[in-house]
């Protein structure tokens, strides 16, 4: 339930105005812009009633993530953890003061900033729905150019991370991925069901 319409119309326009910059393309889109996009289509078809927070959160979940790249940080395993760190702060910042330009007030900017910032997740209602969308996506979407970007990983690699991916998520995300609502990675079906017992 939106409470104001023309209110978070312009957050959105302001998130997509941002991550317009991104100078990456993806599909002649600039990178970014078509990710939050795919974002708010998932939680569309998986939770159109979900909170406003989450709908925002969504869309905001990289905004501008080109501007901090991986390489600002150690190339190393800690290096990467402080960097994932960072960005969920940085993400969570740039979107506040973006709701803030386009009227609104704190208490919902500060909730969204929880749930862009994967605060409390599976206590934190919104915070858990960001994960299960961006999970959806990540899985519908990234995946398959994911996997075939890395070509020495082995099958226990994949199934560590197939089963990273689906302990982040709710029973309802879940249920979800398996309904056949999303478009799951046919080359990967084989190692999906495998990680997952199936």
């Known amino acids: 339930m939106i409470e104001n319409q023309e209110r978070f119309d312009r957050a959105i326009a302001l998130f997509d105005a941002a991550n317009a910059e991104d100078p990456n393309q993806d599909q002649g889109l600039p990178k ?9 289509e998932m939680i569309a078809r998986f939770a159109p009633d979900a909170t406003e927070v989450a709908h925002l959160a969504v869309r905001a979940q990289h905004i501008r993530r080109w501007t901090v790249p991986r390489n600002t940080y150690p190339m190393n395993k800690d290096g990467y953890f402080a960097w994932r760190t960072g960005l969920y702060k940085f993400h969570a910042d740039t979107a506040g003061e973006l709701m803030r330009q386009a009227g609104y007030g704190e208490d919902m900017i500060e909730q ?19 994960e299960d969308v961006a999970n959806l996506v990540f899985i519908e979407h990234y995946m398959l150019a994911f996997a075939a970007g890395k070509p020495d990983y082995d099958e226990e690699k994949w199934l560590e991370i197939i089963r990273k991916t689906w302990k982040k998520m709710s029973d309802a995300g879940h ?17 999906i069901g495998k990680a997952l017992g199936g």
């Open 32 to 40: 970014e812009l078509l990710y939050g996009r795919r974002m708010s």
């Open 175 to 191: 249920a979800f991925a398996l309904s056949g609502q999303i478009k799951l990675p046919e080359p990967l079906l084989p190692l």
């Open 112 to 130: 969204v900033k929880k749930a862009v910032g994967k605060r409390a997740l599976k206590v934190n209602a919104d915070t858990q729905m960001l």
